[in-house]
């Protein structure tokens, strides 16, 4: 599973980068992957409000945000933004990136899309002000749930902390270590449940994405899923995203890996092959199932449908076989 830290404060080394840095060691200790966006070195630029996202599902301002960082939150488990209290709200920097997930809202909310993931993801916030107030955190929370909403994460959780003002008052906080841990601890609970499993085809392009998608979507709470190809493309197919959108389901910001990388990420429990050939995968003490299905690639959308269809319905047999 991936963690997706958002490190939001203007400055690289302060008391929101020991809170955040913190928390990412938990995860680590617990088996996650972690990787952090320092949203200073992004340089984004503002939403600037063309509403193309609202019509066509992508933002016409390019190379801050798409399509790494979008893809990043479509592949994340849990998204951990972490900032400083500026005037009751996150930096100015954090809040640009945060206007510009309204790409991935509006392919929700306008274009009628599910995001495979969004039934498992969640949302984890980490905050500090150096002021005591009642309502310091409050502009935080509420921007940081309806962030999480954009980018398809259920609001799990918070560590907030007052009176941090100088640097170094978060890392000699008595508590801080103490509760990320549990935090992290009762976080992590309902992933710990899931069967990992890889679909591995040729190109990563088609059948294993459809495949993918569906055992995230149908299946979240049982399956972690990993996907990979022997010979990667360097897109996902445009039909099998099209016929992907006929049944509802967001294939927008994924992007093809080799096998190699897959197992890199984690060890599957279980293999589903489809069509890789000889550089099919082979994992000890993991099951292994092969359908033989036909590639779609470069042929008809009906043929696309069809093989879209099956494995759908492999899919279904395969999570109600747990």
């Not at 909403?149 to 609001?155: I, L, P, R, S, T």
């Not at 994405?209 to 190809?229: D, P, S």
């Amino acid at each position: 599973m991936l963690v997706l830290g958002i490190q939001g404060s203007p400055r690289k080394k302060g008391n929101t980068d020991f809170l955040l840095k913190t928390f990412m060691k938990a995860a680590e200790k617990r088996g996650a992957r972690t990787h952090t966006i320092t949203v200073v070195d992004q340089h984004i630029e503002p939403c600037a409000e063309y509403t193309t996202c609202e019509k066509k599902g992508f933002c016409p301002i390019k190379d801050d945000m798409d399509p790494e960082i979008y893809t990043l939150f479509r592949q994340a488990d849990v998204v951990v933004p972490a900032a400083p209290v500026f005037f009751y709200n996150v930096p100015a920097q954090m809040k640009a990136l945060i206007d510009r997930s309204q790409t991935l809202w509006a392919r929700k909310y306008r274009l009628g899309l599910s995001d495979p993931k969004r039934s498992m993801r969640r949302g984890f916030i980490l905050s500090q002000g150096a002021t005591k107030g009642k309502n310091l955190f409050a502009g935080v929370e509420l921007t940081a749930m309806y962030f999480f909403d954009a980018v398809g994460a259920e609001y799990a959780g918070n560590l907030y902390y007052r009176g941090i003002e100088h640097k170094g008052d978060m890392s000699k906080h008595p508590t801080v270590k103490a509760d990320v841990e549990a935090a992290v601890e009762k976080l992590f609970q309902p992933f710990d449940r899931r069967k990992r499993i890889l679909f591995a085809c040729r190109e990563n392009a088609c059948r294993s994405q459809m495949a993918g998608a569906f055992a995230q979507y149908l299946g979240g709470e049982h399956v972690e899923v990993i996907i990979g190809g022997s010979e990667p493309a360097e897109k996902i197919n445009p039909s099998m995203e099209k016929v992907m959108k006929e049944k509802g389901i967001d294939m927008g910001f994924r992007v093809p890996r080799s096998i190699d990388q897959a197992l890199e990420e984690a060890k599957p429990e279980m293999i589903v092959t489809m069509g890789c050939g000889e550089d099919c995968p082979s994992v000890s003490g993991a099951d292994h199932q092969d359908w033989d299905l036909p590639d779609p690639a470069g042929k008809s959308l009906d043929v696309m449908r069809s093989v879209r269809d099956e494995i759908e319905k492999r899919v279904i047999r395969l999570i109600k076989s747990f």
